[in-house]
């Protein structure tokens, strides 16, 4: 069984300007690590399972010639741009055609199995990841099963989609792969805490494993509008897959600019009924925004995150970045509670942790009044 990654790194990751801009969105940040970006974390991690000739991203027109220049172990046609930003369920569309063309002379979809993964958790305890995603590959490789990792809850948190398995089923190693009774998209906090007492529900990862074939067919039967299209996409494909284009490859903007912007998990793993679980034993969390740095960064005693050059005083629960160089700027924070600052060369957020959500309202009014100067 030949084993392929797909990394989804298209997002503009809106809820961290001022760190985040149109050719450096969060996965290009280094938000995890001081010394590494969120997308060179992801391919280190699964690398020593998966070697980076089968390793494949998909991100926009914009940031694909970004991500070439930052990642030169990754050959640079396995780095493919969407024409349009059409959600999930097309872009896995899109990479499952990619890779069964450019394997169609020695593998048939059902002999190559696919990990897709984010650009943009934080994952701790590497090898528990690539064990799990190892019992994975191992398990589809025998079952037509989609496989995804569920985490069991630490909190009530309503920033992630709920799974809720049964509570038996197939044993692989010493993983088991259990059937998945239904998704629940993201709950109010009452419900939240509901799914926390019951001990049934874990959060969604967004991370998924199967064979070609196995999505293939799902795709065709759950969503048809995007699965009838995957072979007309490999036909347009055949003799590019190593063509290095700039941009997406011309000949398959007919076909991917009608595909509805829909996700995965809507159009096919809610609507399929050979969904299976692994439950993750390794350290998971989306980062979907500033105050997820604070489950990252360790704090200090009041409870302060703070990075880069600034001071704090009689301030607590507060999340504080200077992005500028330590001889350009320092920033000041006196009696603060509970909020975040981010100060960067031409951008100043600051704004309460419980409206850090709302960052992204900011890049939308910047849009509209000084067009893509400072976004």
């Given amino acids: 069984m030949l084993k392929t990654v797909l990394i989804m790194a298209g997002g503009s990751g809106e809820r961290f300007w001022p760190l985040s801009r149109r050719t450096k969105p969060k996965q290009l940040l280094k938000l995890t690590?001081?010394?590494?970006?969120?997308?060179?974390?992801?391919?280190?991690?699964?690398?020593?399972?998966?070697?980076?000739?089968h390793i494949f991203i998909v991100t926009s027109e914009l940031l694909q010639p970004v991500m070439r220049s930052a990642l030169p172990e990754l050959p640079a046609e396995n780095i493919i741009a969407e024409p349009a930003k059409r959600n999930t369920a097309p872009c896995i569309a899109l990479a499952v055609a990619f890779i069964a063309e450019r394997y169609s002379a020695t593998h048939t979809p059902d002999q190559i199995a696919m990990a897709v993964l984010t650009a943009d958790s934080h994952i701790?305890?590497?090898?528990?990841?690539?064990?799990?995603?190892?019992t994975a590959f191992d398990h589809v490789e025998h079952a037509p099963d989609l496989v995804t990792f569920g985490l069991k809850p630490t909190r009530p948190a309503t920033g992630f989609g709920y799974i809720k398995a049964v509570s038996s089923g197939v044993?692989?190693?010493?993983?088991?792969?259990?059937?998945?009774?239904?998704?629940?998209?993201?709950?109010?906090?009452?419900?939240?805490?509901?799914?926390?007492?019951?001990?049934?529900?874990?959060?969604?990862?967004?991370m998924f494993i199967w064979r070609l074939d196995t999505v293939m067919r799902g795709l065709t039967e759950c969503l048809p509008e995007v699965g009838v299209k995957v072979d007309t996409l490999r036909a347009?494909?055949?003799g590019q897959t190593h063509v290095v284009f700039r941009g997406a490859a011309p000949s398959i903007d007919a076909v991917f600019n009608h595909f509805p912007d829909i996700s995965i998990d809507y159009g096919l793993m809610?609507?399929?009924?050979?969904?299976?679980?692994?439950?993750?034993?390794?350290?998971?969390?989306?980062?979907?925004?500033?105050?997820?740095?604070?489950?990252?960064?360790g704090a200090d005693e009041q409870h302060n995150v703070c990075i880069g050059d600034a001071v704090l005083l009689d301030s607590k629960n507060c999340i504080v970045i200077n992005d500028a160089s330590i001889n350009t700027?320092?920033?000041?924070?006196i009696g603060m509670e509970d909020i975040v600052v981010v100060a960067t060369a031409d951008g100043i957020l600051v704004c309460p942790k419980s409206r850090v959500q709302d960052v992204k309202k900011v890049v939308g009014v910047l849009k509209e009044t000084h067009g893509e100067r400072f976004i």
């Fill in 33 to 53: 690590a001081p010394d590494k970006t969120m997308l060179e974390q992801a391919i280190e991690r699964i690398a020593p399972l998966v070697p980076h000739e």
């Fill in 270 to 297: 809610e609507r399929a009924d050979n969904v299976a679980m692994i439950t993750a034993e390794f350290d998971w969390d989306d980062i979907g925004s500033y105050d997820a740095l604070e489950r990252s960064f």
């Fill in 236 to 238: 347009q494909l055949h």
């Fill in 124 to 134: 701790a305890n590497a090898e528990v990841f690539r064990t799990a995603v190892a």
């Fill in 329 to 333: 700027m320092s920033v000041g924070v």
């Fill in 171 to 206: 044993q692989t190693g010493a993983i088991a792969v259990r059937p998945v009774a239904s998704f629940h998209e993201k709950p109010n906090e009452e419900t939240a805490k509901a799914f926390v007492a019951d001990g049934h529900y874990y959060w969604n990862s967004g």
